[in-house]
C-alpha cells in the first residue's frame, strides 16, 4: 500500500514551453502533499507544500508565478514548470502525507526528469 | 546553514562489512528519518524514529538518535551489494499537527555507499 505515481517519468521540452508533473496518492487519500527538487548529486530541496483545496506555500526563494501548483483532489497534485529554461532541468519530486497529524511518513513518487532545450 | 548535514560524503565498503553514516541537524525536530534512493530513482523510506527514541531497529538496520547533541546514525549491518545506494537523512521540525512546518522535511546531503561484491 502506500503508493505514489508520478506523470511523466522523464521529459524532454524546449526553452519557453510549460511543463505538467503530475503526483498522484494511488492508494490512498493525501491532504498534503510535498514537491522536492534535486540536481545531480545534491539532495532533495523542499519546493513547495501543497494542501488540497487552498493554495500551495512555497519555500522562499522558490517563484511561485514559476512553479504553478495545483492540489485540486486528495488524490492529484500537479506542478506546472512555467516558461521553462536550461537551469530548471532538474530531478522533480513529490510526497504524499496521508492525513497530516495521524502519521508522519511521507511516501514518494518514483519522480520526474525534466530536461529543457 | 544546513539542516541534516551527514558524513562521510562517500562510504566504499566490501560485503559483509558494517557501513555507519552519520547525521547531524542544527534545530529541534518532531522526529527523523532515513531514506536510500538508487541512482536517478525515488526515495525509499528506511525507518523513523522520533525525537523521544533513542534506538530503532529494523532488519539490518540500526538508528540512533541523541537529541542533546543533535545527531543520528545508520548502520547497516552484513552490507549487500543491493545496499548500493545515497542514503539521506531527512529531519521533520517539532510542531503541532496542522501548522504550517508540520511534515516539512529537511533533507542532508547524503551519504553514497558503494558495497563491492
Known amino acids: 500500500g502506500a503508493v505514489v505515481s508520478q506523470h511523466p517519468s522523464w521529459v524532454i521540452c524546449k526553452s519557453g514551453t510549460s511543463v505538467k508533473i503530475e503526483c498522484r496518492s494511488l492508494d490512498f487519500q493525501a491532504t498534503t502533499m510535498f514537491w522536492y527538487r534535486q540536481f545531480p548529486k545534491q539532495s532533495l530541496m523542499l519546493m513547495a507544500t501543497?494542501?488540497?483545496?487552498?493554495?500551495?506555500?512555497?519555500e522562499q526563494g522558490v517563484e511561485k508565478d514559476k512553479f504553478l501548483i495545483n492540489h485540486a483532489s486528495l488524490t492529484l497534485s500537479t506542478l506546472t514548470v512555467t516558461s521553462a529554461h536550461p537551469e530548471d532541468s532538474s530531478f522533480y519530486i513529490c510526497?504524499?502525507?496521508?492525513?497530516?497529524?495521524?502519521?508522519?511518513?511521507?511516501?514518494f513518487g518514483p519522480g520526474t526528469r525534466l530536461t529543457v532545450l | 546553514s544546513q539542516q541534516g548535514e551527514e558524513d562521510p560524503q562517500a562510504l566504499s565498503i566490501q560485503e559483509g562489512e558494517n557501513a555507519t553514516m552519520n547525521c547531524s541537524y542544527k534545530t529541534s525536530i518532531n522526529n527523523l528519518q532515513w531514506y536510500r534512493q538508487n541512482s536517478g530513482r525515488g526515495l525509499v523510506h528506511l525507518i523513523l524514529?522520533?525525537?523521544?527514541?533513542r534506538e530503532k531497529h529494523s532488519g539490518r538496520l540500526r538508528v540512533t538518535l541523541d537529541t542533546s547533541k543533535k545527531s543520528s546514525s545508520l548502520l547497516i549491518t552484513a552490507s549487500r551489494a543491493a545496499d548500493t545506494a545515497s542514503y539521506f537523512c531527512a529531519t521533520a521540525a517539532s510542531g503541532r499537527a496542522g501548522g504550517t512546518s508540520y511534515g516539512k522535511l529537511t533533507f542532508g546531503q547524503g551519504t553514497i555507499l558503494t558495497v563491492h561484491p
Open positions: 501543497s494542501n488540497e483545496g487552498s493554495k500551495a506555500t512555497y
Open positions: 524514529i522520533r525525537s523521544n527514541e
Open positions: 510526497s504524499a502525507q496521508i492525513l497530516a497529524g495521524l502519521t508522519d511518513t511521507q511516501y
